[in-house]
């Protein structure tokens, strides 16, 4: 009876062993063990991290707020504050903040009401601001809000649970060079369409690549198919920061994608300059 019972425990106790050491990391470790490293930066800058909903509440908020926090601990970058409270966009406050990341807080009209309160947040942008927008924060806005963003979602054909081509149009960008090194690449998201969109107020570095098949078989409504999924600009003396992707939890610990938002956050602080003059849209191969 004895030798049984001993294999038993054996046989627990291996298990045990096997499953702690194939233990999935944690989200929070994944974004950590896929952060970039990126240049020392002259400073620490402070960040609001704005992350309140007046519509549609994505899943990947929790993660958003996670690789902040993440990216500011590693980078050294910044400081984060996390709210979901628009006292924050008060003059006396949101003047302490460098850059606010827009964390998929879609319909912010809808919130942000009164005149002043929007007078002022778009204020600070042209003042110098800089505006890191995540997926649905270019959903909605008001006439000024969409002007700063650069464009207004108009429906997404390409959803969360298909993969889909991205042309990086800008492989010689700062921010996005390094992506992929500057290639081609798919991956499983959902894209936005954008109305209100012009492509000569804003630099886009990544557009849908329609040579791909699944991705040129959907049909956008836009007549010059310019589906631009991550961009720059200057709005007044601010800095904006546009990625069209984050609507996926796994988006937030994707090692690429990580790279394009550091660098992203980079040039929003004002850290990194960049060009941010307008190019044509390559001809299609
Ligand atoms: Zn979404």
Redesign the pocket.
């Known amino acids: 009876m004895k030798k049984p019972l001993f294999l038993t425990l054996l046989c627990v106790l291996s298990l045990g062993l096997f499953a702690a050491n194939n233990k999935k990391p944690s989200e929070r470790e994944l974004v950590s063990q896929n952060m970039p490293k990126i240049e020392a930066p002259s400073k620490k800058y402070k960040v609001l991290c704005f992350s309140k909903p007046y519509g549609?509440r994505?899943n990947s908020i929790e993660i958003g707020k996670t690789m902040m926090e993440v990216m500011a601990e590693k980078t050294g970058l910044f400081d984060v504050t996390f709210s979901e409270d628009l006292t924050e966009f008060a003059p006396d406050k949101i003047k302490q903040y460098d850059a606010i990341c827009l964390n998929n807080n879609t319909h912010l009209q809808k919130g942000m009401k009164d005149e002043k309160m929007r007078e002022t947040f778009i204020n600070y942008v042209k003042n110098g601001g800089g505006i890191f927008a995540i997926?649905?924060a270019t959903d909605g806005g008001w006439k000024e809000y969409v002007e700063m963003i650069g464009g207004n979602f108009d429906g997404?054909p390409w959803g969360?649970g298909g993969t889909w081509g991205i042309a990086n149009e800008d492989p010689n960008h700062p921010i996005v060079k390094d992506v992929y090194q500057g290639e081609n690449f798919t991956i499983k998201d959902?894209i936005y369409q954008y109305k209100d969109f012009d492509r000569s107020k804003n630099r886009v570095l990544m557009t849908l690549d329609l040579s791909h098949e699944a991705t040129g078989k959907k049909n956008g409504k836009r007549a010059d198919k310019d589906y631009a999924v991550a961009w720059v600009k200057n709005y007044g003396e601010g800095r904006v920061f546009v990625s069209s992707l984050g609507?996926n939890k796994e988006i937030f610990y994707h090692p690429e994608i990580l790279k394009m938002w550091a660098e992203g956050f980079r040039f929003v602080l004002g850290e990194a300059d960049v060009d941010t003059s307008s190019v044509p849209k390559p001809a299609a191969k």
């Open positions: 549609f994505h997926h649905s997404h969360a959902e609507h």
